[in-house]
């Protein structure tokens, strides 16, 4: 199994979360400013290392494509990424350092998929209805013993976005 160790971003919030919290007046503009470039660094350093690894980066590459297309034709685009998108705004999710803009539609689904890279980032089963929506998710560590499984539950608000309502860890 292909195991690489990469971006740490769990440390530092989302771009939108530090927007958000230096609108609020919690953090100063110069800290969001450092924050954003740390995590700018991060995915920079990340982008140099499969370009120094073309053939590790074009395996993970394959993996995700093919990951996301089943996702995409099971269950369409759009619905997927609503779900990333409420998953994105969950301060103590690790893969939401990836998830931030999945409502992007000119960033292609299968780039917030993460298969063999850690921290890994693997959709297991999805259920979607209209106003309802189950997600069983693997994140962290690439070795399966170590690997954390959730099974996240969403329900629709009074906005008509998605939001997780539950969280369970579950074991395997």
Same mark, same amino acid.
């Given at each position: 199994?292909?195991?690489?160790?990469?971006?740490?971003?769990?440390?530092?919030?989302?771009?939108?979360?530090?927007?958000?919290?230096?609108? @609020?007046? !919690?953090?100063?503009? !110069? !800290?969001?400013?450092?924050?954003?470039?740390?995590?700018?660094?991060?995915?920079?350093?990340?982008?140099?290392?499969?370009?120094?690894?073309?053939?590790?980066?074009?395996?993970?590459?394959?993996?995700?494509?093919?990951?996301?297309?089943?996702?995409?034709?099971?269950?369409?685009?759009?619905?997927?990424?609503?779900?990333?998108?409420?998953?994105?705004?969950?301060?103590?999710?690790?893969?939401?350092?990836?998830?931030?803009?999945?409502?992007?539609?000119?960033?292609?689904?299968?780039?917030?998929?993460?298969?063999?890279?850690?921290?890994?980032?693997?959709?297991?089963?999805?259920?979607?209805?209209?106003?309802?929506?189950?997600?069983?998710? @693997?994140?962290?560590?690439?070795?399966?013993?170590?690997?954390?499984?959730?099974?996240?539950?969403?329900?629709?608000?009074?906005?008509?976005?998605? @939001?997780?309502?539950?969280? !369970?860890?579950?074991?395997?």
């Amino acid at each position: 199994m292909l195991i690489l160790k990469l971006m740490k971003l769990a440390p530092f919030p989302t771009p939108p979360n530090l927007i958000r919290q230096w609108q @609020e007046g !919690e953090i100063e503009r !110069e !800290e969001m400013q450092r924050l954003m470039g740390e995590h700018q660094k991060e995915l920079l350093k990340e982008a140099d290392y499969f370009h120094s690894n073309p053939i590790l980066g074009y395996i993970e590459g394959l993996r995700n494509k093919r990951a996301a297309r089943r996702l995409v034709d099971e269950h369409g685009e759009a619905q997927i990424r609503e779900l990333f998108q409420a998953l994105s705004w969950l301060q103590d999710f690790e893969p939401a350092a990836f998830l931030w803009n999945a409502d992007h539609w000119d960033v292609a689904l299968y780039a917030f998929l993460r298969m063999s890279t850690e921290p890994v980032f693997r959709v297991r089963e999805m259920v979607v209805k209209s106003s309802r929506a189950v997600m069983l998710v @693997e994140h962290g560590s690439a070795k399966k013993s170590e690997t954390r499984r959730e099974r996240l539950t969403f329900k629709r608000h009074w906005k008509g976005e998605m @939001e997780v309502v539950k969280r !369970e860890d579950m074991l395997r």
